[in-house]
T-cell receptor
Framework: RKEVEQDPGPFNVPEGATVAFNCTYS??????FFWYRQDCRKEPKLLMS???SGNEDGRFTAQLNRASQYISLLIRDSKLSDSATYLC?????????????FGPGTSLSVIP | DGGITQSPKYLFRKEGQNVTLSCEQN?????MYWYRQDPGQGLRLIYY???????QKGDIAEGYSVSREKKESFPLTVTSAQKNPTAFYLC????????????FGPGTRLTVL
């Protein structure tokens, strides 16, 4: 089983739609969780951290379910500019450092 | 402006040649990383450095080498021993190793002919 798994998509949704992505992780002791956004042929950029209580930033809502070992990202009222690949990121405590693990990403295309 | 830079953006090399990719940051971050990204795949860690004069192998270090002589700089050399070097290479930094947000450079797209 891969350490971090995501549905690769692509997700093709119309403008204004609500779309949700899930990400599962294999290590129950994973400590920190993030969503990054990567535009085509560009570098990843942090979208939001994911907290145990869940958190919201405008149209974006992130949730963490430790019992089931998954995190989710909900995008409401999708915009054309939301088209990108969304990377789930998990950190695991190793003996001397926090190992950062990137998921393969989920591709989103918002269609006019 | 604070940030992380990589050069060049595109690089073409003949098979069998070593090539060095540049990565510089002025964010005063201790930790730096090199990743490789292939089409349709996630980022894979090549090397990381927690502090100056220290670096460790990541998951796919074979055929690569790095140095960290200055806090600001973490160059990556792709050697002729790397069997499939054509890829998108991303450098990143963070305040401490694994600590919170990683800031990425714009990447270098290496093509070996």
């Amino acid at each position: 089983r891969k350490e971090v798994e995501q549905d690769p998509g692509p997700f093709n949704v119309p403008e204004g739609a609500t779309v949700a992505f899930n990400c599962t992780y294999s290590n129950s002791a994973s400590q920190s969780f993030f969503w990054y956004r990567q535009d085509c042929r560009k570098e990843p950029k942090l979208l939001m951290s994911v907290y145990s209580s869940g958190n919201e930033d405008g149209r974006f809502t992130a949730q963490l379910n430790r019992a089931s070992q998954y995190i989710s990202l909900l995008i409401r009222d999708s915009k054309l500019s939301d088209s990108a690949t969304y990377l789930c990121v998990v950190t695991d405590r190793e003996t001397s450092y926090d190992k950062v693990i990137f998921g393969p990403g989920t591709s989103l295309s918002v269609i006019p | 402006d604070g940030g992380i830079t990589q050069s060049p953006k595109y690089l073409f090399r003949k098979e069998g040649q070593n090539v060095t990719l540049s990565c510089e940051q002025n964010l005063n971050h201790d930790a730096m990383y090199w990743y490789r990204q292939d089409p349709g795949q996630g980022l894979r860690l090549i090397y990381y450095s927690q502090i100056v004069n220290d670096f460790q192998k990541g998951d796919i270090a074979e055929g690569y080498s790095v140095s960290r002589e200055k806090k600001e700089s973490f160059p990556l050399t792709v050697t002729s021993a790397q069997k499939n070097p054509t890829a998108f290479y991303l450098c990143a930094s963070s305040i401490t190793i694994g600590g919170g947000e990683q800031f990425f450079g714009p990447g270098t797209r290496l093509t070996v002919l």
